[in-house]
């Protein structure tokens, strides 16, 4: 079954929109399929393909999604790419989700870094509550991170 993605600003307003396959639904969210189809976009530490495939885990009780990224050329992980962004929105054909400027990284083996964190310190339109819960979000995914909590358990050896 199709879905459309709609990436949101802090504004509500979609940036992003994308078709996905729904994989399943979980109790607290959606797991979806989709695939890179933008041209080749290097981000220093990691490289997005046409072709890479994506399973994206979308939540409507947590502060973040997470993306487990596969190469197109031989399905070896990439990495995941984390949002911390208000909980999901999920519709039968919809899932909306308002990025809150901060990302985290996890390369394969592990390592992270968080990603944006300048721009989110001098965004002026997050309100304090919104500024509060994205900051214990990230705390939050981190200590999954750590935990090796699904989906982080694919590689062995993670570590902060």
């Not at 879905?3 to 109790?27: C, F, M, T, W």
Request: a negative charge; proline letters at 5%; glycine letters at 4%.
């Amino acid at each position: 079954m199709s879905i459309r993605v709609d990436k949101l600003n802090s504004h509500g307003q979609v940036v992003v929109s994308y078709r996905a396959e729904l994989a399943r639904r979980l109790p607290n969210g959606v797991v979806l399929h989709a695939v890179w189809a933008w041209p080749l976009r290097d981000l220093g530490y990691v490289v997005f393909e046409p072709g890479d495939q994506f399973t994206e885990y979308f939540y409507t009780d947590r502060w973040h999604n997470i993306f487990a990224i596969h190469s197109r050329e031989t399905g070896r992980l990439k990495g995941w790419y984390c949002n911390i962004a208000r909980p999901a929105s999920i519709s039968e054909t919809v899932v909306a989700a308002e990025d809150l400027i901060l990302d985290v990284w996890v390369a394969p083996d592990g390592r992270w870094q968080v990603l944006d964190e300048d721009e989110f310190a001098a965004d002026q339109t997050l309100d304090q509550p919104t500024r509060e819960a994205a900051l214990a979000a990230l705390s939050v995914l981190l200590a999954q991170i750590a935990a090796r909590e699904p989906p982080f358990e694919e590689e062995v050896g993670l570590k902060a």
